[in-house]
Nanobody
Framework: QVQLVESGGGLVQPGGSLRLSCAAS????????MGWYRQAPGKQRELVAR???????NYADSVKGRFTISRDNAQNTVYLQMNSLQPEDTAVYYC??????????????WGQGAQVTVSS
């Protein structure tokens, strides 16, 4: 069974930076895509950034130019570098990955969520 373990969340002042990490483990055969979603209180979960196997990336307009998604294929890990953070970025950030294992076809897996709070 695949697990996505997130780390790097926390409290930061406006204008500050954080880097989230998400490591996938298990009987992984291939990872077709990895990304980050976030959900603020009372709001719908939204896509923040995504990177596919080719290396192409997509970003929400609200974070473009401030956030950068990257990956380490050798460690099955995806990162989200978040710069110039603002209070509006406060949310629970969820890692997501489309993964095929040795015993199952591709499936969307989710991390446990990491709280990011931007406040002075």
């Amino acid at each position: 069974q695949v697990q996505l373990v997130e780390s790097g969340g926390g409290l930061v002042q406006p204008g500050g930076s954080l880097r989230l990490s998400c490591a996938a483990s298990g009987r992984i055969r291939s990872i077709n895509a990895m990304g980050w979603y976030r959900q603020a209180p009372g709001k719908q979960r939204e896509l923040v950034a995504r990177i596919v196997s080719s290396g192409s990336t997509n970003y929400a307009d609200s974070v473009k130019g401030r956030f950068t998604i990257s990956r380490d294929n050798a460690q099955n890990t995806v990162y989200l570098q978040m710069n110039s953070l603002q209070p509006e970025d406060t949310a629970v950030y969820y890692c997501n990955a489309l993964i095929r294992t040795n015993v199952a076809p591709e499936y969307n897996y989710w991390g446990q969520g990491a709280q990011v709070t931007v406040s002075s």
